[in-house]
């Protein structure tokens, strides 16, 4: 087939050639540094025999276009992590790519803006009975002047942000002083509202989804594990904790398969994901983050409808686990894009 991959880029100027040719380099030198995930993706869809165009967006869409009507591709495989540098932005990549009517994979507009909004997400949920944290949000001005009606500790985000940006040690507070103070920072470092959610004690799992329909497939659970003693309001997915691997080795923190989680929890954890997945108009992959708490309660915390998929990498390694290569992995995607448009 012929599929174009769509990606956010840093240099405007370059063209398919050029970014094949980055892609050559940095596959020929992935055993030194992991190649960016768009060339992951396009070097596992051209060993799959698919004839593949690499386009690339910076500060508008204009190339992109004239690419998609050179190509004609039966496909577009959104690869794109945001728009003009800005992850709020990265719905409207699918959103142009609906109005020139081409097929593309993953999640619609509508689902990227619902699950990067946390409390809208979250209020969703609610109204299909999935259990989710008591929360409130402040809005960037809006200052904190009393406690509010949750139980402390409560831990403070950025409300549209994702790969834990914003989410340090500092965000768990147990005062209003310090909620005051948490609050103000996100609000003035991030330019967005504050979300303040009641603290859940418990395991992080990370629930990788592939699929549509009736043959939606959730794959082996992840679970984010702290081999050093800590206190539980420590056990959190700070920005650090997932992406500073130096930080995680002096922590102890690693993400591994999910140990055992007993058969009423799991049962739960697939309906709750299920249902979720639905309910947040979610399309061919995402990951849903929940808390297993030590009673067996599950709690929904967030939905990432376009996850990070490069090798090595928590759904990547779940593909895996579940039997799929890399390749296969990627090729599983293009299959459940183009059997979902196939259907409309």
Request: net charge negative; hydrophobic share 40%.
């Amino acid at each position: 087939m012929k599929i174009a991959v769509v990606f956010d880029t840093p240099y405007p100027t370059w063209g398919s050639e050029d970014h094949l040719r980055q892609l050559q380099k940095e596959v020929a030198a992935w055993s030194r540094e992991e190649p960016e995930m768009e060339y992951q993706v396009a070097n596992a869809l051209i060993e799959c025999g698919h004839e593949v165009r690499l386009l690339g967006a910076r500060d508008d869409l204009s190339g992109v276009m004239e690419g998609l009507e050179a190509f004609h591709p039966d496909l577009v495989f959104n690869a794109a992590e945001s728009f003009r540098g800005d992850a709020n932005l990265d719905y409207l990549i699918p959103a142009f790519l609906e109005s020139g009517g081409w097929p593309y994979t993953g999640s619609t507009p509508l689902g990227l803006l619902v699950t990067r909004n946390k409390a809208m997400s979250k209020k969703v949920l609610a109204w299909h009975g999935i259990r989710v944290p008591g929360f409130v949000t402040f809005r960037p001005g809006e200052r904190v002047a009393r406690v509010p009606d949750l139980e402390f500790p409560l831990i403070i985000k950025p409300l549209q942000s994702d790969a834990s940006q914003g989410i340090a040690q500092a965000s768990v507070v147990k005062d209003l002083e310090s909620l005051s103070e948490r609050v103000t920072f996100v609000q003035e470092r991030f330019q967005q509202p504050a979300i303040v959610e009641e603290y859940v004690e418990g395991r992080e799992l990370y629930v990788s989804m592939l699929g549509n329909g009736d043959g939606l497939e959730l794959l082996p659970v992840t679970e984010m594990v702290f081999d050093k003693v800590t206190r539980p309001e420590e056990r959190i997915a700070t920005r650090s904790a997932k992406w500073d691997e130096s930080y995680r080795e002096r922590k102890g923190i690693r993400n591994v398969f999910a140990r055992r989680i007993a058969k009423a929890a799991r049962e739960r954890l697939e309906s709750v994901c299920r249902t979720a997945y639905r309910a947040l108009w979610l399309r061919d992959y995402a990951r849903l983050d929940v808390r297993l708490t030590p009673a067996g309660e599950l709690w929904f915390i967030e939905a990432n409808a376009n996850p990070f998929i490069s090798w090595g990498h928590d759904m990547a390694n779940a593909a895996q686990k579940a039997g799929m290569s890399y390749n296969e992995f990627i090729e599983r995607i293009v299959r459940e894009a183009l059997s979902r448009h196939d259907e409309t």
